[in-house]
């Protein structure tokens, strides 16, 4: 079983800066890809980064590329995504997700989740 617990969420105004952390725990292989979503009240969950099990590979969606950074530190069994430059439209729960698919853009890819963490970004 894996567990997946994010942290960091917060308040912030827009143009801040937030860091948030995916900590892994269980039966975790590191050969695990790791993402990043968010869900907005009203909206559908959608893809915001992910990164391969080397950390080699990072993808992220075309609305936080150049603000958010997804890493990983598999010593640790964590991966983190720095976020700049908020905006209110960042505003959303945003989830870690692990999974073994090579195709990391889609949701039901994904065969772990966490709880969630809220992230509100006011202007």
């Known amino acids: 079983q894996v567990q997946l617990v994010e942290s960091g969420g917060g308040l912030v105004q827009a143009g801040g800066s937030l860091r948030l952390s995916c900590a892994a725990s269980?039966?975790?292989?590191?050969?695990?890809?790791m993402g990043w979503f968010r869900q907005a009240p009203g909206k559908e969950r959608e893809f915001v980064a992910a990164?391969?099990?080397?950390?080699?590979?990072?993808y992220y969606a075309d609305s936080v590329k150049g603000r958010f950074t997804i890493s990983r530190d598999n010593a640790k069994n964590t991966v983190y995504l720095q976020m700049n430059s908020l905006k209110p439209e960042d505003t959303a729960v945003y989830y870690c997700a692990a999974t073994l698919s090579m195709s990391r853009l889609t949701a039901s890819n994904y065969d772990y989740w966490g709880q969630g963490t809220q992230v509100t970004v006011s202007s």
């Open positions: 990164i391969s099990w080397g950390g080699g590979s990072t």
């Open positions: 269980g039966r975790f292989p590191s050969s695990y890809a």
